[in-house]
């Protein structure tokens, strides 16, 4: 349980963040295999304060495995968030920043998105960006160790 959560919150420090809003919501199926383990998570964010004066957001990450749940506090910058224009651009633009448009299926509707590769010190693979809460929509990673990370989003809801 303990890696798994440490792998999470490793994962969400390459998160670009967006649509800053109270209460945006996503909400992930997480699949983490190391070696022959395979372990299944769900992964909830929520933006759940807004402090003016510092300018930060306060970002609940709630992670359950089995029947074991953990929560944790993260606060972010709002310069650090991406907004829904900058990601309408990425996903209009994806070829020309190296990207493949694919339609990603989440609750009952199919969202365009922009596939790029992900490679860096820590991590190789796919990342997948959309006009949605967080605005990663679905992510498949093999960090440096050779564990994989499988995040698919299920479900998500815009704050205000």
């Known amino acids: 349980m303990k890696?798994?959560?440490a792998l999470l919150i490793l994962s969400?420090?390459?998160y670009?963040?967006?649509l800053p809003a109270l209460n945006d919501y996503a909400k992930f199926e997480v699949v983490v295999t190391e070696k022959a383990i395979q372990m299944s998570a769900?992964?909830?964010l929520r933006l759940v304060d807004y402090d003016k004066p510092t300018?930060?957001?306060?970002l609940e990450q709630k992670v359950s495995v089995g029947s074991e749940q953990s929560t944790e506090n993260f606060g972010?910058?709002?310069d650090e968030l991406l907004t829904d224009q900058n990601l309408k651009s990425v996903v209009q633009m994806c070829k020309l920043g190296h990207g493949v448009n694919e339609k990603v299926s989440v609750k009952s509707e199919q969202v365009e998105s922009c596939r790029f590769e992900v490679k860096n010190t820590e991590a190789s693979g796919y990342r997948w960006y959309a006009v949605v809460p967080f605005g990663?929509?679905?992510e498949e990673l093999t960090?440096?160790?050779g564990t994989k990370i499988k995040k698919q989003m299920v479900d998500y809801t815009f704050g205000k």
């Open 3 to 5: 890696a798994l959560l």
């Open 12 to 14: 969400m420090g390459v």
């Open 16 to 18: 670009a963040q967006a």
């Open 42 to 44: 769900v992964e909830e």
């Open 55 to 58: 300018n930060v957001y306060l």
């Open 76 to 78: 972010i910058k709002a």
């Open 136 to 138: 990663i929509i679905k």
């Open 143 to 145: 960090l440096k160790n």
